[in-house]
Nanobody, 124 residues
């Protein structure tokens, strides 16, 4: 089992930056690909970004490419999502997730463990 707890969400204005974090506990953190997803009100949960087990590979949704950066610190069992140039359409609950294996998947069903989410609201 892997337990994931997100933090760092909040209310910001368009154009601002925000970093959300995810603390992992349980099994060996570096064995898992980590991902960030988000769900806006009334919409499905969408892929945002993923990072390889060592941190040297990343994958982003087109909607956030160039604005968001995913990173991890395996010594601290943490994964981060740095969000810059935020837009109102980035408003959502942000979830971190963990999956076994090495593939940087964008599919929700390929992730085994999920956090409870943290709310990010971007005002215009």
């Amino acid at each position: 089992q892997v337990q994931l707890v997100e933090s760092g969400g909040g209310l910001v204005q368009a154009g601002d930056s925000l970093r959300v974090s995810c603390a992992a506990s349980g099994r060996t953190f570096s064995n898992y690909v980590m991902g960030w997803f988000r769900q806006a009100p009334g919409k499905e949960r969408d892929f945002v970004a993923a990072i390889s087990r060592s941190g040297d590979g990343t994958y982003y949704a087109d909607s956030v490419k160039g604005r968001f950066t995913i990173s991890r610190d395996n010594a601290k069992n943490m994964v981060y999502l740095q969000m810059n140039s935020l837009k109102p359409e980035d408003t959502a609950v942000y979830y971190c997730a963990a999956r076994s294996g090495s593939y940087l998947s964008s599919r929700e069903r390929n992730y085994d463990y999920w956090g409870q989410g943290t709310q990010v609201t971007v005002s215009s």
